[in-house]
């Protein structure tokens, strides 16, 4: 890797307040960068089917070949190394270790994790496993999709699965990525997978996710030998008001429901909060709750894995000055604070980020926090050699570590920080059109080079490590 770095724009890091066993990481997930879809028996799964629908992502991508990192493992270990972090999350695609979504593990499947966690160790690296990053063997999907309760239990069979082979090695098993995007992007709004657009089966969704994740919880801590880390990941924003107007700040309250306390109550708290069960009965939807499945869902877990991108102000008002839809229900618009703005057209709001995580520090005390992912995509301009000067995205990482910092000294219990992504790779409905690699790819010949924000982010880990 190139050893000289251009010093970055921004904020340096505050090297001062982050402990020695700060973890600092880079993430990825199975869909989006292994390919070989159909190699080793793995079986198809919600994403691959979406793909192929006309007009699902953009330019017709798939995954089929993605980054290629099931063929170029031990190289991306390699690379990851040289990026000088101490951890990396990947995600274990279901249809690959249990193909069909039932019965026994796929040995050929689970065997490529076995080799990846080997891998990594041997690189001094700590895996950290995500059970679910919303690669739901089709089968399943054609069972009913976790608006099926069956799916839960299907998914605790499952996580146990990878729990028996890893858990000798790996210490962290995060259950859910992102649980939202599942059911709202997946069942309400139809965007991502499986493109579902029916209110009811969101909502029957996030109950079966949350039911799911407590299971597996409960499941892999009965089965445990010697303790792990136990958690789920979250993608969170902060959602103000635009105003004060009582219609906006209904609005963000919500938002703010729908958005983060449908999840945090019911696995914190054990109970959905009582506005939004209104709220959702109103609609004339439910969460298909059964005897017993709050205990569950709020069987303690060890850390939650914060996802944040941007934050966000909520409007009671259309455009036209209307509070109702056309389906007579209450508007909620989503305004967007400044004018910085990500390839994704997302608001860049560090500040947000401290705000969240004091937020999460206040309101649901006493859970240890890690960023599980944090990053941007920016239209990347690589020169003749393929490098990538993204003065953006280091600035990006740079404030957005800045405000972990900044919340840490609040008091917020932020353990770690991972940069989301590791690579370039499959950008869901954008297909490879949006990069938020820190190393570039070039999808023609799988070449992986650093860019500029990954030189900074080595040498700033290695600064805040006294190395
Ligand atoms: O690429 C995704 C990731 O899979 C989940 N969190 C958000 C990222 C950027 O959109």
């Known amino acids: 890797m190139n050893p000289t770095v251009t010093p970055a724009p921004g904020p340096l890091l505050p090297y001062a307040t982050f402990p020695p066993d700060f973890r600092w990481g880079v993430a990825t997930s199975s869909y989006q ?33 993605a980054c290629d990192h099931y063929h170029r493992m031990p190289q991306d270990v390699a690379l990851i190394k040289s990026l000088g ?40 690296i700590a895996p950290w496993v995500t059970l679910y990053h919303w690669d739901l063997p089709q ?15 299907r998914f605790a069979d499952y996580a146990m699965l990878v729990f028996d082979k890893l858990a000798d090695r790996v210490d962290t098993f995060t259950t ?56 789920i990941t979250l993608n969170m924003g902060t959602a103000d008001p635009a105003t ?38 109103a609609q004339g939807s439910a969460f298909p709750v059964r005897d017993g499945d709050l205990e569950i869902i709020s069987t303690p877990f060890d850390v939650l894995g ?31 604070p400044g004018t910085a703005r990500t390839a994704m057209d997302w608001p860049i709001t560090p500040e947000r980020f ?16 890690v960023i599980t992912e944090n990053g941007a995509a920016f239209d990347d301009r690589p020169d003749d050699e393929n490098f990538v000067r993204d003065d953006d995205r280091t600035a990006y990482l740079a404030e957005h570590i ?31 059109a949006k990069r938020f690699g820190i190393v570039h790819v070039d999808y023609t010949t799988q070449k992986r080079t650093p860019k500029q924000s990954a030189l900074w982010y080595r040498d700033a880990i290695n600064r805040d490590r006294g190395r």
């Open 139 to 153: 089968e399943l999907e054609d069972a009913g999709g976790w608006p099926n309760r069956d799916t839960a239990y």
């Open 354 to 369: 401290t705000q969240l995580l004091v937020r999460l520090h206040r309101d649901y005390p006493g859970l240890p926090l």
């Open 85 to 124: 972090v101490d951890s990396y999350r990947f995600s274990v695609a279901w249809p690959r270790v249990q193909p069909g979504g039932r019965g026994p593990a796929n040995p050929a499947g689970l065997a490529f994790y076995d080799r990846l966690t080997d891998e990594l160790l041997a690189a001094g």
């Open 33 to 65: 960068i292994e390919g070989a879809a159909t190699e080793d028996g793995r079986t198809p799964s919600i994403w691959d089917t979406f793909c192929r629908v006309p007009g699902a992502v953009r330019d017709g991508d798939h995954g089929d070949v």
């Open 244 to 281: 004060d107007a009582p219609a906006d700040r209904d609005a963000a309250r919500r938002a703010d429901g729908m958005g983060l306390r449908i999840y945090l109550d019911p696995l914190r708290h054990g109970r959905y909060p009582e506005d939004m069960v209104a709220d959702i009965a």
């Open 306 to 336: 914060v996802n944040f991108y941007f934050g966000q102000d909520f409007s009671g008002t259309d455009e036209n000055g209307n509070t109702v839809d056309g389906d007579g229900l209450p508007v909620v618009r989503q305004v967007f």
């Open 176 to 231: 859910l990525n992102e649980p939202w995007c599942s059911a709202w992007l997946g069942y309400q709004i139809g965007v991502h997978a499986p493109g579902r657009r029916d209110f009811g089966a969101a909502i029957s969704a996030v109950h079966h996710l949350l039911l799911g994740h407590g299971l597996a919880t409960q499941r892999m801590r009965a089965a445990q030998t010697r303790p792990h880390t136990y958690g």
């Open 402 to 432: 800045a405000a972990v910092a900044a919340a840490r000294e609040q008091g917020a219990d932020v353990r770690g920080y991972f940069a989301w992504s590791l690579m370039d790779n499959f950008e869901w409905a954008e297909g490879y």
